[in-house]
């Protein structure tokens, strides 16, 4: 079964040390990979994405993060945290297959604190 | 945000009345999404339209009644609810490709926080 593993409900760090949000995954095929960042109160807004290519990829606002496959990983950084980036981040997978499928496999959600 | 906008932002409703949620997304997309928010649960995909058919309907009671009258807009028809479908619910768009791309990125409105007495 395909599934999604945020292994921290929360993480803590102080502001303008460098974070970390962890996911890892479980599919058949080859993922594409989606990291999504929720402020209080408001929707997703989308951070970044591995389709295939380099095992780095660059997103919004500083973030990037690191496809590992060996390890199923595709762990969220950001070199030097802001107070700002203060909100709840969500990995989701969805593997490739044939046909007209959209559906997105979600994890529960991490909890970044950034303190001042 | 503003790609994506959902009204209203709040709703508080009793379960037997009938109320409805609508989506509009100004991205030029061919594809729209119902989520179901809820605490400490994975998102719920609740629905998927696509070129304003529905491709999707993950076992959704049918007192959530969906309805996409053209590309740009999502409504979600609630009539007898529950309390346990309080939730915020989120509506989302994407651009496939012609062959039904599984890379296409969705794009989310601020969602509708629902409250049922």
């Known amino acids: 079964a395909q599934s999604v593993a945020q292994p921290e409900d929360q993480v803590n760090v102080a502001e303008g040390n460098p974070l970390t949000v962890k996911c890892t995954y479980s599919?058949?095929?080859?993922?594409?990979l989606f990291w999504y960042v929720q402020y209080p109160n408001r929707g997703l807004q989308f951070l970044l994405k591995y389709i295939t290519g380099d095992n780095l990829v660059k997103g919004s606002y500083g973030f990037e993060a690191e496809f590992n496959k060996s390890q199923t990983s595709f762990h969220l950084k950001k070199p030097s945290a802001l107070v700002s980036d203060s909100a709840l981040y969500f990995c989701a997978v969805r593997a490739f297959n044939a046909g007209n499928n959209r559906k997105l496999i979600w994890g529960l959600g991490t909890s970044l604190a950034v303190n001042p | 945000e503003t790609g994506v906008t959902q009204t209203p932002r709040h709703l508080v409703m009793g379960m037997t009345n009938k109320k409805s949620l609508k989506c509009e997304q100004h991205?030029?997309?061919?594809?729209m999404y119902w989520y179901k928010q809820s605490a400490k649960k994975p998102l719920e995909l609740m629905f998927v339209?696509?070129?304003?058919?529905?491709?999707e309907n993950n076992s959704v009671p049918s007192r959530f009644s969906p309805e996409c009258p053209n590309s740009s807009h999502l409504f979600l028809h609630l009539h007898t609810l529950q309390p346990e479908d309080s939730a915020l619910y989120l509506c989302?768009?994407?651009?496939?490709?012609?062959?039904?791309?599984?890379?296409?990125?969705?794009?989310f409105g601020p969602g509708t926080r629902l409250t049922v007495l």
């Open positions: 989302a768009s994407s651009q496939a490709g012609t062959s039904g791309s599984s890379t296409d990125t969705q794009y």
């Open positions: 599919v058949s095929g080859n993922p594409y």
């Open positions: 991205l030029g997309h061919n594809a």
């Open positions: 339209y696509s070129l304003e058919e529905r491709v």
